[in-house]
């Protein structure tokens, strides 16, 4: 059987990886240490103690290469791992390109994104050091799912702060959390004293991702037998998500194929870092290959921000974080993207970014809804607005072969279905969706509140 013929290509389940990847082991430049936001100095251990647990603390610091995925996750992970990788034939045809496109298809997780690749872990590393709750933030909902249905398998109750637009754009998420036993309240809330704050400041704000960390973080330091969880941006975070881009190298090897262009939308930049981190070694070694990390133009982190310390939260309670970052004021309009609503990036991401290992680009809203469509109708799947920047930017790329007359290989992360954001697709079908950029005023104005560090 010739590699043209496969459309589904499937890793045996013995093959799927026993252990997570650990860039950190392989940097040309070492992380540069996050800092406590009071007295500036790089954190410790203990100062990330009352949030979380040392099993995620020693991940978030380790230089170890691999990391043993612990038998408790991977005997859930097996519940849709290994995840398919398509050869994307029927879009590939419209395109009429000569490049293979291949998509990971992260949404055949229960909960349809691959968060629950990291929330699982999470839950995991809280139960066994006796933790009885977990408080998160989400976005468009996808992380407060994942956490909610991870804290059920563990038995540890779970409280979402979800962004206020995409509580309201989005009922549907919420409703799936309430399923899996989490509570989820719209934030900003009157829970906590950084969402009374907010709102008295601004009582029609949409809400942000920022402002949502604000009132997890507060919570969870305020109780003993609780702590916090973050779905993207930290180390640990992209280290469980490694999983993705171990299994598609062995799956292009199954093809006998090997990518020319790696995509993957970014928000805080997890499932970008999840399928491509695994190529770094690759890259450093020479190999030809790009890492192409894709953002909306409303929220263009890498693209337009700097390289600085910043807080992760609008409040100023969590660590200060060497990034690219908007600054942590910064209100991104309300797009269908929830996910990619976030002023910062992974430091990991960034720090690759900033030494020339990965590509960043953004794409306007209109144009990711189109490609959404033609993936759509070409392959079938629905995809979430989050994916679909990746599959614009794939679709870029294989138009921009067929004009050159070179046949790629390129390979994109299909990070989650779109089930549930369908008023976002009822928005761009009734032509009502609108491109939105910020003006350099506006990013000049949220980086001028960047913290001295
Ligand atoms: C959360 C989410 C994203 C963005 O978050 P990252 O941490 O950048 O991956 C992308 N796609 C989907 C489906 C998501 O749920």
Redesign the pocket.
């Known amino acids: 059987m010739s590699r043209e013929d496969l459309t589904k290509i499937i890793l045996p389940e013995d093959k799927v990886p026993k252990f997570w990847y650990n860039v950190q082991a392989d940097m040309p430049n070492p992380l540069a240490p996050g800092l406590h936001p009071g007295t500036k100095q790089p954190l410790g251990p203990a100062d990330l103690a009352p949030l979380f647990a040392m099993g995620l603390i020693a991940q978030e610091v380790s230089t170890e290469r691999y990391i043993e995925i612990p038998p408790e996750v991977r005997e859930l992970y097996k519940k849709w791992r290994p995840s398919p990788l398509f050869r994307a034939h029927g879009l590939e045809k419209a395109l009429d390109t000569p490049c293979r496109i291949y998509y990971k298809y992260e949404g055949v997780s229960p909960v349809g994104?691959?968060?629950l690749n990291s929330a699982l872990p999470q839950a995991f590393y809280n139960k066994i050091e006796g933790i009885k709750r977990l408080t998160t933030e989400t976005?468009?909902g996808?992380?407060g799912t994942a956490l909610s249905l991870a804290c059920k398998f563990f038995d540890l109750e779970c409280m979402v702060y979800m962004v206020r637009v995409s509580y309201d754009q989005k009922p549907y998420r919420r409703m799936v959390m309430g399923v899996y036993g989490g509570q989820c309240v719209p934030s900003p809330s009157n829970l906590t004293e950084s969402g009374r704050a907010e709102l008295a400041r601004n009582p029609n704000t949409p809400g942000t991702l920022a402002m949502a960390i604000s009132e997890a973080v507060e919570d969870a330091a305020k109780r003993e037998d609780t702590h916090y969880s973050l779905?993207?941006?930290l180390n640990h975070v992209c280290l469980h998500q490694t999983i993705i881009g171990q299994e598609v190298k062995m799956q292009m090897e199954m093809v006998d194929d090997y990518p020319d262009i790696v995509i993957g939308?970014?928000?805080?930049?997890?499932?970008?870092a999840g399928i491509a981190l695994p190529f770094i070694p690759d890259k450093m070694a020479g190999k030809k290959i790009r890492l192409v990390a894709v953002e909306p133009a409303a929220c263009p982190t890498l693209t337009r921000g700097v390289f600085a310390y910043d807080f992760g939260d609008v409040a100023g309670f969590t660590p200060l974080l060497k990034m690219y970052t908007l600054g942590h004021d910064f209100t991104p309009a309300g797009i269908h993207a929830g996910?990619?609503r976030y002023h910062g990036d992974s430091p990991l991401v960034s720090q690759l970014y900033h030494d020339g290992l990965f590509e960043a680009t953004s794409v306007m809203q209109n144009g990711v809804f189109e490609a959404a469509m033609l993936f759509a109708q070409t392959e079938g799947i629905l995809p979430?607005p989050?994916?679909s920047h990746a599959i614009r930017a794939a679709i870029d790329e294989a138009l921009k072969g067929k004009e050159e007359g070179i046949s790629k290989s390129i390979v994109f992360n299909l990070?989650?279905h779109g089930h549930l954001d369908l008023n976002a697709y009822d928005n761009y079908l009734s032509g009502q969706m609108e491109d939105v950029a910020p003006s350099d005023e506006q990013i000049q104005a949220s980086l001028k509140n960047l913290p001295s560090a």
């Open positions: 994104s691959h968060k976005g468009a996808q992380w779905g993207s941006v939308a970014c928000g805080g930049g997890s499932n970008f996910g990619l979430a989050e994916s990070s989650g």
